[in-house]
């Protein structure tokens, strides 16, 4: 299984997002939707798995739970927005580690990419940065990877370039 892997569009998504998602099974959002009208064009055409994020109000929060908790080629799976890195996990996230014991962890928020192996609990923690144009990220990414007999394979960092200028300055108008 072909999986897409994105996080904090704060309301943005384009056909170049939208043509890299094209070979993928299923698309998994980490959170910072922004407008449901994202997740609504990703839906169309590819089943969606996603999760609210900190500025995803009420709307969100009534279409999205929180966590997503689900097995997927015999992986374990646990996808939530706020989830810090190995080493350096909120109390709630450690907690519900040792519980739940996922083979792969997912979270957002930071804008920062980061694919990286936790030793202590097992697992792969994946963090697709940012594909939105709003943030403090330098470099708008997604991941791509494969799910074949219950590990991760095949991944793709994918770089959707630069935020614009114009687009920081629009962001200090809002």
Partial sequence: MKIGLLSDTHSYIDDD????LDPCDEVWHAGDIGDLA???RIAQSKPLRA?????????FRL????????TVGGMKVWMTHIGGYPGRYPTRIRERLLQLQPDLFICGHSHILKVMWDKEHSLLHMNPGACGR???HTIRTLLRFDIIDAKVKNAQVIELGTRSARAGRKEEEE
């Fill in 51 to 59: 999760v609210w994020g900190n500025i995803d109000g009420q709307p």
């Fill in 63 to 70: 279409e999205f739970p929180k966590d997503q908790i689900f």
């Fill in 38 to 40: 994202v997740t609504e």
């Fill in 17 to 20: 997002i939208m043509t890299l």
């Fill in 134 to 136: 709003k943030g403090i």
